[in-house]
């Protein structure tokens, strides 16, 4: 008896694709919160950006990295070691981006990556859209990995469709505030509310982009899906400790940007616990 082909929204590739695209959804509702007055200040700009880096923390430890450790626990005391090598590469991936695509922060005046003509509206931009790669590649990966017929096989319950189903609702809520933070800078920096809030939508379109590539990696051998996993952990890993957290408590708001992260981090562990 031949078997009808999966519904195509069954597949991981077009699942993750719209799992990226909600996450780009999330980004745009948070830029379009700029409608709703001119400023926010800068406390709540830090608070809100360290909440988003508490929930990438978690995504990548609770979504990536214990599911990734599952998955060689057969290897017994060398379970560590491909989980460990993925993070490096991700976080290594991370750092030549980083040093190679044009970029500025918002509290920065003096540009990072290559040098550039790029006007400082772009190169804000291009920060934001470098935190939504690994956001985006996590997405790919949760979906891919939860498809692959040898983990449905190997008795790792963590790596089901509720592992990538709470990595999707964690990205999503932390991309609300950095949407946000992106349209607020570009509003102070003198754009209008319209223009500061397309800025803000364009920053997230590498989340799609970069969850369709996560996806078919995790696809192309089941066995080297804990270096996946771990490639999207460090990328997050990397973004969140080189980028987030010291952006967050530059302005002298550490302790309260602290807290906020802890706050991200022990929300995503809730989401973990009721979703899975």
Known sequence: MELSPAPLLQHPVVQALM?????????????????????????????????????MLGAAFFGLLN???????????????????????GAFFLWLLDHALPHIHILQDTPEGISTSWRRSVLLVAAMALHHIPEGLAIGVGYGAAAAESVLQSGAESLGLSTALVLTLSIMLQNVPEGLVVATALRAEGYSARKSCLYGVASGVTAPLGAVPGALAAGIAAGL???????AAGAMVYVVAEEVIPEASASGNGNAATVSCIAGLGLVMTLSSLVG
């Open 225 to 231: 899906l804990p270096v996946a996993l771990g490639f």
């Open 67 to 89: 599911p990734a450790l599952e998955l060689t626990a057969h290897l017994g005391r060398l379970a560590f070691a491909p989980v460990v090598a993925g993070l490096t590469l």
């Open 19 to 55: 799992a990226g695209l909600l996450s780009w959804l999330s980004v745009s509702l948070g830029a379009a919160l700029i409608f709703t007055r001119r400023e926010f200040s800068r406390r709540a700009m830090d608070c809100l950006l360290g909440a988003a880096g508490g929930m």
